[in-house]
């Protein structure tokens, strides 16, 4: 028996990223997690309010190990270095996640799904963005690049090109998607010198 809230958050979260939000229901979650469905209600309201809070449970976590890993590393010289460990994280977490969790959210949840593009957003703009512009004024990034325009050409959107094709993380491995989707667009940005003493590594 869980009636512990984060418990119930770490489960409901474990299968509405597997199953779907609107396939998995809370009697099914109440029967599984083997308490009344009047005890999940002591917790959430309503469904949405469960979705949407499970969700800020499951994101926290992964804005938490960032968060730790530029903590210990505020001092690199090397800020292209923790946006390859960021997308790292994201292509991670979207390996995890069924397409359609994301989906329906946006579609059933829209609360909820605001939660996921605020991190989404705030990890581009306010995190990988300034990571680019402090690479290009350490001369690691050409001058004539607009880091703005990178962001949103590529930077912004590896969840729509991950999810393009269902089986991609099938056809491919975490390595080659980060290879491909990140790291080759980053080295099309830098400069020669600095592509010349350190590769992108990760």
């Not at 995190?127 to 050409?142: D, E, F, M, S, W």
């Not at 969840?159 to 390595?175: D, M, P």
Request: aromatic share 12%; glycine share 4%.
């Amino acid at each position: 028996m869980a009636e512990d809230k984060n418990d119930i958050l770490a489960y409901a979260i474990e299968n509405f990223t597997k199953f779907g939000s609107k396939r998995f229901s809370m009697d099914e979650l109440a029967k599984n997690l083997g308490i009344s469905k009047k005890t999940l209600y002591k917790h959430f309201s309503s469904k949405e309010e469960l979705v949407k809070e499970s969700l800020t449970h499951y994101l926290g976590k992964i804005k938490s190990n960032i968060d730790d890993y530029m903590l210990i590393n505020h001092n690199e010289e090397q800020p292209l270095t923790t946006i390859i460990y960021i997308y790292k994280q994201g292509l991670i977490t979207f390996q995890e996640i069924n397409p359609s969790f994301l989906h329906g959210l946006n579609k059933y949840y829209p609360n909820a799904y605001k939660v996921y593009s605020q991190l989404k957003n705030d990890i581009v703009w306010d995190i990988v963005c300034p990571l680019l512009k402090k690479a290009q004024g350490l001369g690691q990034v050409r001058k004539n690049v607009k880091v703005e325009l990178v962001c949103s050409l590529f930077l912004a959107r590896m969840e729509e090109t991950v999810y393009s094709k269902a089986n991609l993380f099938r056809e491919y491995s975490i390595h080659e998607l980060l290879d491909h989707i990140i790291i080759n667009n980053l080295r099309g940005i830098l400069t020669l010198e600095y592509l010349k003493k350190s590769p992108l590594k990760w």
